[in-house]
């Protein structure tokens, strides 16, 4: 067990839609990471908080977004769902910055896009 | 342009062989990570590496700065090392994966 929580597990919805992903770091861990993992790209960072600030961003897109709450929990938002969307996203999370500390890895949220 | 390339992409062995996954990397790191995805997608971090080498049980770490260049090495494989092995690089505020190896270990 990481420690790292994310929550839903699987999640089925239509095009158009939006969607929530939560993840709750491993305890004392301050740097939250999002990944996507889809069968044509692979995995893709997508963006990175340390301590509720934005600290990095990856390939994510406009119609995405996130933030990282004062207890660290973090959520990823997607919007205006497509097709493509459907892949399995990662929450990480570390204690510094991903070249400092080893990463934890949640169990992932599975997007189905209808 | 894939700036993390690993090989081989597939690897099957026998129980007991010796196994070397190779990354190599095009940008300038930080750290780099090994990182193994078994089939029910999840990952676990087996190595952040800057510089050397590490060692944890059977496996073993290695990165050459100068040559871009690391390899995860598995010795006396195991059926239970079957697993996809996915090397991963920090590049200032970036994060580069490669594709992944995935390895098959037959008892």
């Known amino acids: 067990d990481s420690g790292v929580t994310q929550t839903p597990k699987h999640l089925i919805t239509a095009t158009g839609q939006r969607v929530t992903l939560r993840c709750s770091p491993r305890?004392?861990?301050?740097?939250v990471y999002w990944y996507q993992q889809s069968l044509d790209q692979g995995l893709q960072f997508l963006i990175q908080y340390y301590n509720g600030e934005e600290r990095a961003k990856g390939n994510i897109l406009e119609r995405f977004s996130a933030q990282q709450f004062p207890d660290l929990h973090s959520e990823l938002n997607l919007s205006s769902l497509e097709l493509g969307d459907s892949a399995l996203y990662f929450c990480?999370?570390?204690?510094?910055?991903?070249?400092?500390?080893?990463?934890?890895f949640g169990n992932g949220t599975r997007l189905t896009v209808t | 342009k894939n700036e993390v390339e690993q090989s081989p992409q597939n690897l099957t062995a026998q129980e007991g062989e010796f196994i070397t996954i190779n990354c190599s990397y095009s940008v300038g790191i930080s750290a780099l990570h090994w990182l193994q995805q078994h089939p029910g997608g999840g990952i676990v971090s087996l190595f952040m590496?800057?510089?050397g080498k590490k060692k944890h049980g059977r496996l073993i770490a290695t990165i050459n700065i100068q040559e871009k260049h690391s390899s995860l090495h598995i010795t006396a494989s195991h059926p239970r090392d079957s697993a996809v092995y996915i090397c991963a690089v920090a590049a200032g505020n970036q994060f580069y994966f490669g594709t992944g190896t995935s390895l098959t270990v037959i008892p």
């Open positions: 590496l800057s510089s």
């Open positions: 990480a999370s570390s204690v510094g910055f991903w070249d400092r500390s080893p990463l934890h």
């Open positions: 305890s004392g861990d301050l740097s």
